[in-house]
């Protein structure tokens, strides 16, 4: 089955500075790529998605891009506020599932004033 | 609705004991998954239901679990027996569309979870 590989587990970045969190997937036959962020004790909510026939997408400050061939994908937020501190998931999809997805182990992002 | 419902929010169980956890997804939404989120972890599949069809039930962790979702609408996660490694928060979340192959067109939508914890 798939395997989600999340780095790093803790990241703490000042206000307006730059964050990237990273994931490895196993599955090449994975298509769509889904990233949640969840605040302390709130459900997860999706932020960005990214499917495999793209390499970059972007939406106002927070960006995904896919690198199909080594089988990796990076989350990367500029800007970064206060309220962009929570925890945040990536995840992978194969083909057919219904969108099964196998999550990666989740990163804290702290950002500081 | 306006958003996945998940209930109780909190149950607290003695070892043993049977619990029955509910979701009500949003309306009109085929595809239902319940996943397990243990402390400071992803949250991981246990069971996929498309309409009141059980497509794939690989990740229930044991013959203890049991999902239904009788009508296509709501359905429930059954834990018979009990045991302090079931403790999680287990997470109910639908979808619009279900997944044809080479295609996942649908965000998942998640509820609040219900936190289970086991004595």
């Known amino acids: ?20 969190i990273k994931c490895t997937y196993s599955d090449s036959a994975s298509n769509y790529f889904p990233w949640y962020k969840q605040e302390l004790g709130k459900r997860p909510q999706l932020i960005i998605d990214i499917r495999s026939n793209v390499g970059e997408k972007k939406d106002q400050r927070i960006a995904v891009t896919l690198n199909k061939t080594a089988k990796h994908f990076s989350l990367h ?32 992002l702290k950002v500081e004033l | ?6 209930s109780p929010r909190y149950k607290v169980a003695k070892r043993g004991q049977d619990v029955a956890l509910r979701c009500d997804p949003i309306s009109g939404h085929v595809s239902l998954f319940w996943y397990q989120q243990a402390l400071g972890q992803g949250p991981e599949f246990l069971t996929y239901f498309q ?4 497509l794939d039930k690989s990740g229930l962790p044991s013959d203890r679990f049991f999902a239904e979702r009788p009508e296509g609408s709501v359905s429930t996660l059954k834990i018979q027996r009990t045991q302090q490694e079931d403790s999680a928060v287990y997470l109910c979340a639908s979808s619009l569309v279900h997944g044809v192959s080479g295609l996942n067109t649908g965000e998942l939508f998640f509820g609040e979870g219900s936190r289970l914890t086991v004595l």
């Open chain 1, 77 to 108: 937020i500029t800007e970064t506020q206060p309220e962009d501190s929570a925890v945040y998931f990536c995840a992978a999809s194969p083909p057919g599932g219904g969108n099964k997805l196998t999550f990666g182990t989740g990163t804290q």
């Open chain 2, 1 to 6: 609705g306006a958003g996945v419902s998940q």
């Open chain 1, 1 to 20: 089955g798939e395997n989600v590989e999340q780095h790093p587990s803790t990241l703490s970045v000042q206000e307006g500075d730059s964050a990237v």
């Open chain 2, 51 to 54: 309409n009141e069809a059980q």
